[in-house]
């Protein structure tokens, strides 16, 4: 292949090396295998791994935008606003949940400080106010930001790579919650929806609480 299709097809599969990577690396399967291989290497695995999740997605995110393709659709007048507005929106509210995080843990330097050894999650399960409508607010509004851009043919590439991975990493991770939380994230999952909020289902404080106190009690 040549010229624009053969670039959107390496664009393409760039991405799907990028998220064969990323969920191989995020494994459980993985870490255990490294813990009893080379445990020293545990405590920088987050850290590791974070830091090559950033570093590898910058080619991607660079030929997305240097190789744009045909414009398939633009938002103009109202419907720009509208976009932008909602893109902003989905941006501040992820700042604004960075609160309810644990950023030292989520990044890694807490492990690779405190030289933990151990593969499961050492967090405990918190049910922020985001949480409590849907179950993973990140890829939620990372989804909202992909949408409401204006498209050309390497955006809607990308847009389509990126929404497959965190319907399938959301899938994937919550295999692993399963077995670091047990029922009380069984209970959660039913409760809560996974990517798009549905007003009929959420939990109320009390009932995040109480979900929450039973993980509490798993892993006590």
């Known amino acids: 292949m040549s010229g624009e299709p053969a670039q959107l097809a390496w664009l393409a599969a ?12 995020a494994s459980l399967r993985l870490k255990t295998w490294l813990a009893g291989r080379w445990p ?32 398939l659709w633009e938002w103009t007048g109202a419907w720009r606003w509208a976009a ?5 929106a989905a941006i501040g509210l992820f700042a ?7 950023g030292g843990s989520f990044v890694g330097w807490r492990q690779w400080r405190e030289g933990q050894r151990g593969v499961h999650d050492t967090e405990r399960l918190h049910i922020s106010p ?30 389509l790579a990126i929404t497959v991975y965190l319907v399938i990493g ?30 009929w289902r959420r939990l109320k404080s009390g009932e995040a609480e109480r979900i929450a106190a ?3 009690s798993r892993r006590d």
Not at 44 to 53: D, Q, S
Not at 84 to 88: C, P, R, V
């Open 14 to 25: 760039g991405w799907a090396a990028y998220f064969a990577f990323h969920s191989l690396a």
């Open 40 to 71: 020293r290497l545990v405590p920088g695995y987050r850290l590791l791994f974070n830091t090559l999740a950033v570093v590898l997605i910058l080619p991607l995110a660079w030929l997305t935008f240097t190789w744009p393709g045909p414009a």
């Open 170 to 199: 959301s899938r994937l991770e919550e295999r692993k919650l399963l077995v670091y939380h047990g029922e009380a994230y069984r209970r959660y999952m039913e409760r809560v929806p996974g990517l798009i909020p549905l007003p």
């Open 84 to 88: 932008d507005g909602a893109a902003l």
């Open 214 to 216: 039973l993980a509490r």
């Open 96 to 102: 604004w949940s960075l609160r309810f995080y644990d």
């Open 130 to 159: 985001m949480h409590r409508y849907v179950r993973h607010p990140w890829y939620a509004l990372g989804l909202v930001v992909v949408w409401t851009r204006s498209m050309d043919a390497a955006m809607l590439v990308t847009a």
